[in-house]
């Protein structure tokens, strides 16, 4: 059931993705009325968490099964004993999936009140507590210990400080203060610790800070997947593009059983820098992480550095592994995007320039794989049709394992090729309403068949390069 509204964006941004949506070929097929009411569909549910939790665990350290079992036990500390299933995904082995409870009704308001920013009202609908940089206003009174009501400021219109707000804002749930109002709004830089602990949130999900930090990573199920269809081997030499936070680039080192190398660019410093945090908290040693525009990552001189670092001679990889930057409109929940039309725009030419570097450093016979966490046409299918006929060298691959839906038409691809691709499109069931009583009853494969569909917008292609003639 939709308890929040659509997403707010920008009149031109909404027209712009409607577009792409409601685009000749889509309305051919399915006639305008059902393609609107899709597009319509699409829009709430962004602004709605996915019906599950995902985390990742750590095969190089540990066994799934083990890990599995010290996640229930945490899950019965955080739910005051309530009994919450965890799934292993049959497809994705080292994948857990625990479903989220919710929209809880029955929670009464408080009359203290925080207001949160939308980022950080984002994060409690997945499960984290408040921290004191995202608090955007408190009650006038409001003492730790105080039980109280948080709410998102979706429009960003609460000024820091302020005493009370009278904008838009939307029920997150509500949870115990840590700190008064005056040592929230003291000013002191140290503070960035949790200032409201959830403890009746509209949807309840676990929270991961610092749970099993060496075991898991919290990853939402199609970035998971990327990993897994790039298929990387013991062994082998493989590009991660654009890396950071590293949550794929520590898959890959995993899943090769640390067994080769992984160079991991990013061309943010504090970014790289979480990257090789990771890296060393998960115990992987094949990582090398490098600051570094991936954009110029192609050796022009063609004379090989002995560090083994960026740029790098043509040719140099097996795999390469491109999670591009994008516009991001399919991360979930996300009540308000205020970015514009030209900043939605902006990233198409960018992917571009990244996927030309990443087809001149793959080898003949490699594996590419471009993947974004967005919706729009223009970086997604738009993409592969420009790469297919950029690149005679590129061939479309079908994809292992096949768990997202189809590509969307509009970009001139043909049916076979858009059976090849996979977008993760969250309007494709309804917005469940999930209690403990209903997870009783559910059978296993109900449950994983929503997990597939219900979850981030996303999307994935896979291209293998020619071997020379």
Partial sequence: MSIFPKISLRPEVENY???????????SALGEQEAERKFETLLKHLSHPPSFTTVRVNTNLTSVQHVKNLLLDELQKQFNGLSVPILQHPDLQD??????IGPRKNITKQQCEVIVGAQCGNAVLRGAHVYVPGIMSASKFMKSGDVISVYSDIKGKCKKGAKEFDGTKVFLGNGISELSRKEIFSGLPELKGIGIRMTEPVYLSPSFDNVLPSYLFLQNLPSALVTHVLNPQPGEKILDLCAAPGGKTTHIAALMQDQ???????KIFNKVEKIRQ?????????????????????????VEDTEGGPPFLPETFDRILLDAPCSGMGQRPNMACTWTLKEVTSYQPLQRRLFTVAVQLLKPGGVLVYSTCTITLAENEEQVAWALATFPCLQLQPQEPQIGGEGMMGAGLSFEQLKQLQRFD??????????????????????????????????????VKCKST
Avoid: H, Y
């Avoid at 080769?260 to 990013?266: C, K, N, Q, R, T």
């Avoid at 009583?437 to 449950?447: F, G, K, T, V, Y």
């Fill in 260 to 266: 080769g190398e992984v160079i991991a660019l990013d």
């Fill in 95 to 100: 994948v857990l999936l625990i479903p989220v």
């Fill in 278 to 302: 990771n890296a060393l908290l998960l115990r992987l040693k094949s990582i090398r992480a490098f600051c570094f525009d991936g954009t110029k990552a192609v050796k022009l001189d063609m």
């Fill in 426 to 463: 969250p309007s494709a069931v309804p917005l469940q309403d999930t209690d403990i009583d209903s997870l009783r009853d559910a059978r296993a494969e109900d449950m994983m068949w929503l997990a597939n569909k219900d979850c981030i917008g996303f999307f994935i292609a896979k291209f």
């Fill in 17 to 27: 993705l409607k577009e792409g949506f409601m685009n000749e070929e889509v309305v």
